[in-house]
């Protein structure tokens, strides 16, 4: 079956970084596009960034523009985002989500996500 299953969350101080893992299984990653979003308490979902399955190419929200990095290794099934410098604003849960190809496709399938939380 398909799954995705975020790691690495955690609680960290402003300007620290942490690097989250979405593991995938049940598909072949190389044809699919991932992407992270987030969610806090209050606010709607967020899309962070997608890494595209044509090209490794990546795309990225404003507000996490030259701080976060989306990169993907398809033989270990693994999607990573590294967060730097991060903001008491980044606190959320964050989730990888499937795409059908590229970022601009739908996404069907979503992991549970995991907490990321900013604080001093």
């Known amino acids: 079956q398909v799954q995705l299953v975020e790691s690495g969350g955690g609680l960290v101080r402003p300007g620290g970084s942490l690097r989250l893992s979405c593991a995938t299984s049940?598909?072949?990653?190389?044809?699919?596009?991932v992407g992270w979003f987030r969610q806090a308490p209050g606010k709607e979902r967020e899309g962070v960034s997608c890494?595209?399955?044509?090209?490794?190419?990546?795309i990225y929200a404003e507000s996490v523009k030259g701080r976060f990095t989306i990169s993907r290794d398809n033989a270990k099934k693994t999607v990573y985002l590294e967060m730097n410098s991060l903001k008491p604003e980044d606190t959320a849960v964050y989730h990888c989500?499937?795409?059908?190809?590229?970022?601009?496709?739908?996404?069907?399938?979503w992991g549970q996500g995991t907490q990321v939380t900013v604080s001093s």
């Open positions: 890494s595209s399955s044509s090209n490794g190419s990546a």
């Open positions: 989500a499937r795409g059908w190809g590229m970022c601009s496709d739908e996404y069907d399938y």
């Open positions: 049940g598909f072949t990653l190389d044809y699919y596009a």
